[in-house]
């Protein structure tokens, strides 16, 4: 029993990772059906400015006087770094090939997400990027159990992070826009919503999200890489299909799923194989449910 | 049209320096082929730059006889076995005289088939899996030790100086880590100790919670992790550490880098891995730590075998005055000096013998903690 708490705090964490990414993928395809390749790479890019701005505080003394400020000032300059970098990304290679195919834009995001990459390994190089490690350290113990301080933090704002997307995405007029952009771009228009803003929006949304992610990240594992944007990745965009790409339940669902999944089938049955159940899971429910677990009502609720 | 003619031109622009280059000087060509992207880049740089390190030593002194320059070609892998085969031919076609690399044995092994069918020399700083001098290619080489050495070193170790009875084993199923980590497994059984289970992980995982909750659970003495490269051991010893558990760490060749510690941090401390030896106090070794940090940084892991690597052929090529194969597998089955980090003397099937040894981690530092003839090093 202890063995099965302490495997679903572990998937817990991941999965809470692997939502906040998922979010990103299923909001830029509920608004433009387009699937972001290149939103792994802000996830990346968050991790790197994230240690950056953590080793500045810590190099002018800061983050000894005053840590919770600097973690939070971290975030937020993470976040507001990747949401520019995406609107800049949708700008330069999305938004001239929004009247062609949508073959050409998944290329093109597939040569940003190359090209993002490879930019992160020319100006940080090969090696890992350290953060600092006094942050969160040490952990509660409930016998064979034990929960960091960086797992509890990582949940909690993981927690706080999607609720407050919900509230913006259902509660305000923001949100309002945002669906009717994604149900409908010419009639949306016409009640003087401007699309452009709205994708635009959506994107800084996403990687905003996504570098949340990357520090939650970089902070969880002890260091950050330029391909760290890849696997993740993949992995967030098959808990969005799971969950019914386009909805954001369905990709907080299917990021949390996709997490446990993984943790629970390296923990039960093997190690080597962990990837494949989590595919195995995604086979099975989109064969049977092709839209994904929350899929059927995508016109109400996407975004 | 115009247009189309200018861009001709521009694109012609780009032959230039091949047509000016083969003109005018007699470059001798090496390769190299090492990660230079992907998840062991900084392993794979490592080795890039220990044999520009020895190509620069050369020059200083002169050069060799008959040539202008030494040009080194690095290749990169990505630790990718069909990317190492393009890798190879693309320095068949560069005529290179021979070649340093590769870094995972898995790239190894199908790099040098390839190179041995035009007689290419290899000679890999880093990869320790048996099988790339065990197929009796005629010009491979190894630098390195062998993992059928360090996997009977590593458990001795485990056995005499911790005095283990129970190992926990992890591998990420490269043919270098899963290699070493059934050679350990087998030498630890057949010493006496209990192998309590053998997990394996993916290359390019982050996310170990599941496997180490797993150890954590069976509490066996030591948890032997046996990973391609410092990162992904690094973020192991972390998440192992954050996770209590308390079975030793022990690790091996391919950990030796100072980043492991960087990242780990006071996680590592107290973590033991086998390497081969390295005497640090040698002259050698002090002009090479004087060439290769300020340009490069911190020595690490594989370096100093690249270098010697390098050195050794380009040693023989200059004694050979030619590179004719033939003629500079004899030069090199001659040498017998003390290079950065061993002595350098190649056996008959190309290895140039293992020393491996305990390493601690001390104060984020390497320090040689054990050996297996005379137990602890003081």
């Not at chain 2, 076609?93 to 290419?120: F, H, K, M, R």
Request: charged residues 15%; neutral net charge.
């Amino acid at each position: 029993m202890e063995y099965f708490i302490q495997q679903l705090i572990n998937g817990i964490t991941l999965g809470g990772m692997y939502a906040l990414i998922a979010l990103g993928y299923t909001m830029v395809y509920g608004v433009i059906q387009l699937i972001n390749f290149a939103h792994g790479e802000f996830f990346a890019a968050g991790g790197y400015v994230g240690a950056i701005a953590l080793a500045y505080f810590a190099g002018v003394g800061y983050m000894d006087s005053h840590p919770v400020i600097c973690l939070t000032a971290s975030f937020l300059i993470a976040m507001a770094y990747c949401a520019y970098l995406a609107v800049g990304v949708e700008k330069i290679a999305y938004k001239p090939l929004r009247k062609n195919s949508r073959l050409a834009a998944l290329l093109s995001a597939l040569g940003m997400s190359i090209f993002l990459s490879n930019g992160m390994m020319l100006t940080q190089g090969v090696y890992d990027k350290v953060y600092p490690g006094e942050l969160f350290q040490g952990r509660f113990d409930f016998g064979m159990i034990s929960i960091s301080y960086l797992q509890i933090m990582i949940v909690s704002l993981t927690a706080i992070l999607l609720v407050s997307l919900n509230l913006l995405v259902f509660k305000t007029k923001i949100g309002m826009a945002m669906r009717a952009t994604a149900q409908d771009k010419t009639m949306s228009a016409l009640v003087a919503i401007g699309s452009n803003r709205i994708i635009s929006l959506t994107f800084a949304i996403g990687a905003g999200l996504a570098a949340a992610a990357g520090i939650m990240y970089g902070l969880y594992y002890g260091s950050v890489k330029y391909d760290m944007g890849f696997i993740p990745g993949i992995k967030a965009f098959s808990a969005a299909v799971l969950g019914g790409i386009g909805n954001i339940t369905g990709a907080m669902i299917g990021g949390l799923i996709i997490g446990m999944v993984e943790i629970f089938g390296a923990g039960y049955i093997s190690g080597e194989y962990k990837d494949v159940f989590a595919f195995i899971i995604l086979i099975g429910v989109l064969y049977f449910k092709p839209n994904g677990i929350m899929g059927e009502n995508i016109d109400d609720t996407r975004v | 049209m115009k247009k189309r003619i200018v861009s001709i031109l521009a694109m012609g622009l780009i032959l230039v320096p091949f047509l000016v280059g083969g003109v005018c000087a007699k470059t001798l060509t090496i390769g190299s082929m090492s990660p230079l992207t992907g998840p062991y880049a900084s392993d794979g740089t490592d080795i890039k730059n220990g044999v520009l390190t020895a190509i620069s030593v050369f020059e200083a002194a002169g050069g060799i006889a008959g040539y202008d320059k030494i040009e080194l070609s690095a290749q990169d892998t990505a630790c990718d076995p069909r990317q190492a085969v393009a890798a190879a031919n693309k320095l068949i076609n560069l005529e290179v005289a021979g070649v340093v690399g590769a870094y995972c044995s898995s790239s190894t092994i199908p790099a040098s088939e390839v190179l041995a069918e035009e007689d290419i020399i290899m000679i890999t700083p880093a990869s320790t899996n048996e099988q790339v001098t065990d197929r009796g290619l005629p010009y491979m080489f190894r630098m390195c030790g062998r993992d059928d050495d360090q996997a009977p070193a590593a458990a001795k170790f485990m056995k005499e100086s911790l005095g283990a009875k129970t190992i926990f084993i992890v591998d990420d199923k490269t043919t270098y880590s899963q290699g070493l980590a059934d050679g350990v497994k087998k030498a630890a059984i057949e010493m006496g100790m209990e192998v309590v289970n053998h997990e394996h992980v993916n290359q390019g995982d982050k996310d170990f919670s599941a496997v180490l909750t797993m150890a954590k659970q069976a509490n066996a003495d030591i948890f032997y992790m046996s990973l391609q490269g410092y990162s992904p051991a690094a973020m192991m010893t972390l998440q192992a550490k954050r996770l209590g558990m308390e079975s030793q760490i022990v690790t091996q060749d391919a950990v030796f880098q100072p980043k492991y510690m960087e990242v780990a941090k006071e996680a590592a401390e107290g973590a033991y891995l086998t390497y081969g030896f390295t005497d640090e106090t040698t002259p050698e070794y002090k002009a090479f730590e004087k060439i290769y940090v300020p340009k490069y940084g911190k020595i690490a892991a594989y370096a100093t075998y690249a270098y010697d690597s390098a050195t050794a052929l380009l040693k023989a090529i200059q004694a050979a005055g030619t590179t004719d194969p033939a003629k500079v597998k004899a030069e090199l089955m001659k040498l017998d000096f003390q290079g950065v980090a061993k002595h350098v003397k190649f056996a008959a099937n190309g290895d140039s013998g293992s020393s491996y040894i305990a390493y601690k981690v001390v104060d984020g530092k390497f320090v040689p903690y054990w050996e297996p003839i005379k137990g602890l090093i003081k």
